[in-house]
């Protein structure tokens, strides 16, 4: 049995999305700036995907910008956030427990000069309020906190977050990362009083190398990519039309069938997590998300367990970091870190990730496999 | 400039007596099949210098990037041909020649004809000093300096004219497969593929093994053992890769022997595995990438006991080196890049916390007596199931 638990990694692309896509690149291949037919008609995917992804979100077209994917929207929301406001302040705050592409472009601002805060977590991974209060003062010119932990589904309490940030810095502008929400929670950014947000295709069975990120009417970013001034000068760059067009379609599906692929991923995750919790030395580390697991198997090295399930056809990512490469690999296991797991568990945590698509039989076959693998790998530990 | 053939200078190779048309005949083998791929070429022995030429268009750098990886080559001359042999063509060739081929006019040089073409109406003397006195005219910032000139302006006058002076240093060694053939333990760090490459500079033909050992080892860690030998094969030719499974018997060692001892009992059976796949393969010898204190297992003492099981010579050309001195030859073929990979650093299981860094070779016999009626199975079941996979660059 084949049983691909990593789609927070990546998902399978929708079969009419595939065909969308396909239909593109073979028919309506033109460049959407271009004048003539052609032209127009490549336009008119990524007008309706826009429009698509406007609805869905209650906010205005022309808010919405098509990138290359969710590193990109990241980067264009906060290097070119923090370029558009650094006259007016230099204190940037973010979490401890975000995404390398978030991380990554606050490492950079730090490297520039501004003043970077990040805000630790509670044991579950949710950003400490109080911490984050304290921190706002008359400097913070940006805030950026994701909306899901990718490694553990802590939900972070956005609006709370939003409410808090505009009241004491009215100027700063807030940014969030809900690559990991997207398809799986109705996002309505206005309402929730975010400025920034950031999505991405390959997550909700669009392609990879799409992505998107509103931009509230008023809030100013510099663009991080110039050339001929497509969409309306934020992302220069031929549009993506095919993979546009895929992820709103991808987009449009995860919408309508929203609460019942939630219910359906909820109903596998627990059923994983009171398997393999049963098991002796077996911790879940999971937050709120539908969609993902993180599951600690003290005393197995977390790569060991992962190509022992690959063996057996069951496809994970390894949550934290390989304790002999510490320097090198810190980033990948911060969350985990950040919530102040133990050594044990830190290096010796998977994550589980579901779609729409995965089954019973699967969680069932998995978890038969672990009770089985779990005694025999335990045996081999470095001493 | 428009180079219509090449000229191979090869040095130790003139040495070898009366095996010499062998060692030419190989490197002109190898020259050849690495260039196969880059256009129609003509190779061929003459007068102890092995020509190169051209038969269809070619990717200048192209063939000269492939043959500075073949080894045997010391340096390649690219060279004009001229098919029109009176001296006025010749003046006219060498002023171009000297014009395009350097980018300042300004070094001292001389100009060295052979005239094999007796028929010519001049000698080789007369020719020098005319092609003197117009390069001088031509470019007056040139001066001659018989006795130690910055260039060496070569006219060879045959029933076409060749035209060269610049030399592109080669690899140097030796034809790959004048000289036996190795097996070579490959890990995946920065040693094991510098080792390998040393040993086939020397025209050793190399095979090479792998130990993998999932679920401990990953199938990227394999990934990229296969990019290293494909790597080293750009300069060695093509590397077959024998990939073991060793993990039934690191799981075997670590349940029966004392942990500390684990690295150095692991080595030697995968000294005695490489061995069986030498002699199955018609290798004399095999090759590692230690280097003496450079791990616990790496100690003289560790080295003494691990090469107690060695029937043959293991070759560790890398022994008397500092880390430093390997990363630069790492970095010269182009391997270091993939050899720091993460991968393998992930999976240290059977590495022990406190290895033994003096073992005793008694004391290692003893601990391995207690794999006896365990390991036969396991070891026999590893040769049975031995993966091979042909790694070759893009061009050889």
């Not at chain 1, 509670?122 to 984050?132: A, F, N, Q, T, Y």
């Not at chain 1, 505009?166 to 929670?185: N, R, T």
Request: glycine share 8%; with cysteine.
């Amino acid at each position: 049995m084949e049983a691909y638990f990593d789609n927070a990694a990546t998902t399978k692309v929708l079969p009419q999305v595939k065909d969308l896509m396909v239909k593109i690149m073979e028919e309506d291949f033109g460049n959407p700036s271009s004048l003539h037919m052609k032209g127009v008609d490549a336009e008119k995917y990524v007008r309706q995907g826009r429009e698509t992804l406007a609805r869905l979100w209650k906010v205005d077209k022309s808010e919405i910008i098509f990138t290359s994917g969710g590193t990109e929207s990241n980067n264009m929301a906060i290097i070119g956030a923090a370029r558009a406001h650094e006259k007016e302040g230099h204190r940037v705050i973010t979490s401890a427990v975000e995404h390398a592409s978030v991380a990554n472009p606050f490492k950079y601002l730090e490297e520039q000069g501004f003043d970077v805060v990040r805000i630790g977590v509670d044991e579950r991974g949710i950003v400490k309020l109080d911490e984050l209060e304290a921190a706002l003062n008359d400097d913070t010119i940006l805030v950026s906190i994701m909306y899901v932990n990718n490694e553990v589904g802590a939900v972070m309490p956005v609006k709370d977050i939003a409410d808090m940030v505009h009241d004491i810095c009215p100027k700063a502008v807030f940014h969030v990362d809900a690559i990991q929400a997207f398809g799986k929670f109705h996002l309505y950014p206005k309402r929730m009083g975010i400025d920034l947000m950031s999505v991405s295709g390959h997550k909700i069975h669009g392609p990879k190398g799409s992505g998107a990120l509103f931009v509230k009417r008023g809030t100013r970013i510099v663009p991080i990519i110039l050339g001929g001034g497509q969409q309306q000068g934020y992302r220069s760059g031929t549009e993506n039309v095919p993979a546009i067009a895929g992820m709103c379609l991808a987009a449009e599906i995860a919408d309508k069938e929203m609460d019942e692929r939630c219910a359906h991923m909820k109903a596998l995750k627990d059923r994983l997590i009171s398997g393999l919790t049963e098991l002796e030395g077996v911790y879940s580390n999971s937050g709120e998300a539908c969609h993902i697991a993180s599951i600690s198997f003290t005393g197995v090295r977390s790569e060991i367990m992962l190509h022992t399930l690959e063996n057996s056809g069951i496809y994970v990512s390894s949550g934290s970091a390989c304790s002999s490469n510490k320097t090198q690999n810190k980033n990948l296991s911060s969350t985990l870190h950040a919530m102040g797991l133990s050594p044990e568990r830190l290096e010796s945590t998977l994550r589980f990730s579901f779609a729409y698509d995965n089954t019973e039989e699967q969680v069932d076959y998995a978890i038969n496999v672990i009770k089985k693998e779990l005694p025999v790998l335990r045996k081999y530990v470095r001493k | 400039m428009d180079y219509k053939a090449f000229m191979i200078k090869y040095a130790e190779i003139g040495t070898k007596g009366k095996n010499r048309y062998i060692f030419e005949d190989i490197l002109c083998r190898n020259i050849n099949r690495k260039l196969k791929p880059l256009g129609d070429f003509y190779v061929r022995k003459e007068q102890g210098r092995i020509f190169v030429e051209a038969n269809s268009d070619y990717d200048y750098e192209d063939v000269v990037e492939a043959l500075g990886k073949v080894f045997g080559i010391v340096g390649i001359c690219p060279v004009v041909v001229l098919n029109e042999t009176d001296f006025d063509s010749i003046k006219n060739a060498v002023i171009t020649y000297v014009d395009k081929a350097y980018r300042k006019h300004n070094f001292t040089f001389k100009v060295n004809t052979r005239r094999n073409d007796k028929s010519f109406p001049m000698t080789s003397m007369e020719v020098n000093s005319e092609l003197g006195h117009y390069l001088l005219e031509a470019f007056p910032d040139m001066k001659v300096d018989v006795h130690e000139p910055e260039e060496i302006i070569n006219v060879e006058i045959r029933k076409t004219v060749y035209i060269y002076s610049i030399t592109i240093p080669g690899p140097g060694g030796l034809p790959v497969g004048t000289n036996g053939k190795g097996m070579a333990l490959l890990s995946g760090g920065i040693d094991s593929p510098v080792a390998t490459y040393m040993i086939a500079k020397r025209g050793v033909k190399m095979e090479a093994v792998y130990y993998n050992a999932p679920p401990f080892t990953s199938e990227r860690a394999k990934q990229k053992v296969i990019d290293l030998a494909t790597i080293v094969a750009d300069y060695a030719g093509s590397i077959r890769l024998h990939i073991v499974n060793f993990a039934e018997i690191q799981k075997a060692i670590y349940d029966n022997c004392p942990h500390e001892e684990l690295t150095i009992i692991m080595k030697r059976y995968m000294i005695k595995i490489a061995e069986e796949l030498a002699k199955a393969n018609d290798c004399q010898i095999t090759v590692t990438g230690e280097s003496i204190g450079q791990v616990s297992s790496q100690t003289v003492f560790s080295l003494a006991v691990i090469n107690d099981v060695a029937t043959m010579p293991v070759m560790r050309p890398c022994i008397g080196m500092d880390k430093q001195e390997i990363v630069d030859i790492s970095e010269k073929i182009g391997s270091y890049e993939t050899s720091i990979l993460p991968y393998e650093d992930c999976c240290t299981t059977f590495v022990a916390k406190h290895p033994v860094t003096k073992p005793i070779l008694s004391a290692i016999e003893k601990s391995e007596a207690k794999l006896e009626g365990i390991i036969e199975p396991l070891y026999q079941k590893a040769l049975e199931t031995v993966e091979v996979i042909t790694c070759r660059s893009g061009n050889n």
